[in-house]
Antibody, heavy 122, light 108 residues
Framework: EVQLVESGGGLVKPGGSLRLSCEAS????????MNWVRQAPGRGLEWVSS????????FYADSVKGRFTISRDNAKNSLYLEMNSLRAEDTAIYYC???????????????WGQGNLVTVSS | DIVMTQSPATLSVSPGESATLSCRAS??????LAWFQQKPGQAPRLLIH???TRATGVPARFSGSGSGTEFTLTISSLQSEDFAVYYC??????????FGQGTKVEIK
């Protein structure tokens, strides 16, 4: 069974930093592209970032480019999102999401973690 | 970016009836469209990809259709567990994979 378990969320002040982690199990993590998708409270879904299986292809939404960094450690079956210069509008549930793509992500999100809330507030 | 527009925003349906949800893309996405179901407090779940292919374990009462810019998700004989918010998402122009704003299917 595919499982994605996020951790690292919480309350942070504007301008602060936070690192999200996602531990994967139940599939060959090193073969799949991965994504972060977020959902502001009571709002819709917004793709944030993607990374291919080897980490050689990385993409970001314009709203987070230059502030967020996605990475992965295939030896630890883990995905990360380093978030800096956080703003109130970054407040959201952040989901770790598997991409159906292997060598390259192509945006088909087939398995989702349970989500982790990040709140940016003074 | 491609804009995805879903209608209606809310659909009131009685259990056992069918529901038809619409999703329109601002430009052609061919058949690169997915549907997700999200229940309160839960993560989204992939229902349909490639416009009409059900994901693993999805009941046959869920069906998708369409191509280009117009898409439909039909839920036949709604069960209590089907009342949720449904999102469409295009992955033709990637990145970003843009989502619609959602349709809430509620009990009438």
């Amino acid at each position: 069974e595919v499982q994605l378990v996020e951790s690292g969320g919480g309350l942070v002040k504007p301008g602060g930093s936070l690192r999200l982690s996602c531990e994967a199990s139940g599939f060959s993590f090193s073969r799949y592209s991965m994504n972060w998708v977020r959902q502001a409270p009571g709002r819709g879904l917004e793709w944030v970032s993607s990374i291919n299986h080897s980490g050689s292809y990385i993409f970001y939404a314009d709203s987070v480019k230059g502030r967020f960094t996605i990475s992965r450690d295939n030896a630890k079956n883990s995905l990360y999102l380093e978030m800096n210069s956080l703003r109130a509008e970054d407040t959201a549930i952040y989901y770790c999401v598997r991409d159906n793509g292997l060598e390259y992500a192509y945006g088909l999100f087939d398995y989702w973690g349970q989500g982790n809330l990040v709140t940016v507030s003074s | 970016d491609i804009v995805m527009t879903q209608s209606p925003a809310t659909l009131s349906v009685s259990p056992g009836e069918s529901a038809t949800l619409s999703c329109r893309a601002s430009q052609s996405v061919h058949s690169n469209l997915a549907w997700f179901q999200q229940k309160p407090g839960q993560a989204p779940r992939l229902l349909i990809h490639a416009s009409s292919t059900r994901a693993t374990g999805v009941p046959a009462r869920f069906s998708g259709s369409g191509s280009g810019t117009e898409f439909t998700l039909t839920i036949s004989s709604l069960q209590s567990e089907d009342f949720a918010v449904y999102y469409c998402q295009q992955y033709n122009n990637w990145p970003p994979g843009t989502f619609g704003q959602g349709t809430k299917v509620e009990i009438k």
